[in-house]
C-alpha cells in the first residue's frame, strides 16, 4: 500500500484530499467533506472513492 489511508480511519463528514479521476495524471488533489463513502472494500491500493458535499467522485490521498 502507498500511504492511503483504509477504509476504518474514513468517516462521513471528514475533511479529506482527494484526487480525482481526471486529475490522476497532474496529482492535483482537491478538498472537501465526505458525504459518501463509495467503496466497501477495507482497502484500495489507489485510495478509497467518497463522495463530496460538492458533488465531485475523487480517492482519498489525505485527511486533512
Keep these: 500500500m502507498n500511504g492511503v489511508p483504509p477504509r476504518n480511519k474514513i468517516l462521513i463528514g471528514m475533511m479529506v484530499e482527494i484526487i480525482q479521476k481526471q486529475d490522476q495524471r497532474s496529482g492535483q488533489l482537491t478538498s472537501g467533506t465526505?458525504?459518501?463513502i463509495l467503496t466497501s472494500s477495507r482497502i484500495h491500493s489507489h485510495g478509497i472513492k467518497v463522495e463530496?458535499?460538492?458533488g465531485k467522485i475523487g480517492r482519498v490521498q489525505k485527511i486533512a
Design 34 to 36: 465526505i458525504k459518501r
Design 52 to 54: 463530496l458535499d460538492s
